[in-house]
């Protein structure tokens, strides 16, 4: 069964580096989006991306982070600097079999960032 | 702004036992709500999607329904497993692209 993956699975990073998540859509999927989890908190919206543009981001998805799809197949998130407070799971997900608002969203096993 | 609970936040239950697991939200308006399952430490793994113009959906021992007027949703596990135990999550996708999740409800399955 097709599935969304995602690299690494965990990353141990100091204040202030750059990190890059990479994420696998299913393939034949158009839209992909970012969540995130705080240890002990509800998954949060961060970002949703289709033809090769942001189409929606939450106030949480400031200048410090970007979005990329740099070819057919993965897609990226970056964060500049990274802060203690970004240390969550950060999901990839993917929909499209069905449409925008009607798709059934496929996630991915999570990337965990641990921001020391 | 859509907000999203799930009552209760814990269960613990015998095994066999029939179970009802809820979900409520403040905006009527949505397109479709979908139920995720989450092992510790994992990621989401999709049980049904209820489009707005639905009221229920089945998939094995899971019946999920919609009453989009109250705001509300159930899922009802049968017959429940030790296999079953996870954290349950609903989430409702309104205007836009993103979902916005429950807290979740945490289950334990007793053998």
């Known amino acids: 069964e097709p599935e969304v993956t995602q690299t690494p699975s965990h990353q141990v990073t100091q204040m202030g580096q750059e990190v890059i998540l990479r994420c696998v859509p299913i393939?034949?999927?158009?839209?992909f989006y970012w969540y995130r989890q705080i240890l002990g908190q509800k998954v949060e919206f961060l970002v949703s991306?289709?033809?090769?543009?942001?189409?929606?981001k939450s106030e949480i998805f400031d200048d410090q982070f970007s979005v990329e799809r740099p070819d057919g197949s993965n897609f990226t998130l970056k964060i500049r600097s990274t802060k203690l407070e970004d240390s969550a799971m950060y999901f990839c997900?993917?929909?499209?079999?069905?449409?925008?608002?009607?798709?059934?969203?496929?996630f991915g096993e999570g990337s965990r960032l641990t921001v020391l | 702004k859509q907000e999203v609970t799930q009552i209760p936040a814990a269960l613990s239950v015998p095994e066999g036992e029939n179970l009802v697991l809820n979900c409520s939200f403040t905006d009527s308006a949505i397109y479709n709500l979908q139920w995720f399952r989450q092992d510790p430490g994992k990621g989401l793994t999709s049980l049904l999607l209820i489009q707005s113009s639905q009221r229920e959906q089945t998939s094995g021992r899971l019946n999920a329904s919609l009453d989009k007027s109250s705001g509300r949703s159930t899922l009802y596990i049968a017959a429940s497993q030790p296999g079953d135990s996870a954290t349950y999550l609903c989430?409702?996708?309104?205007?836009?692209?993103?979902?916005?999740f429950g807290t979740g409800t945490r289950l334990a399955v007793r053998p």
């Open positions: 997900a993917s929909s499209g079999a069905g449409g925008r608002n009607t798709g059934e969203l496929f």
């Open positions: 393939s034949n999927h158009l839209y």
């Open positions: 991306f289709y033809n090769n543009e942001i189409s929606e």
């Open positions: 989430a409702t996708q309104s205007s836009g692209d993103k979902l916005t």
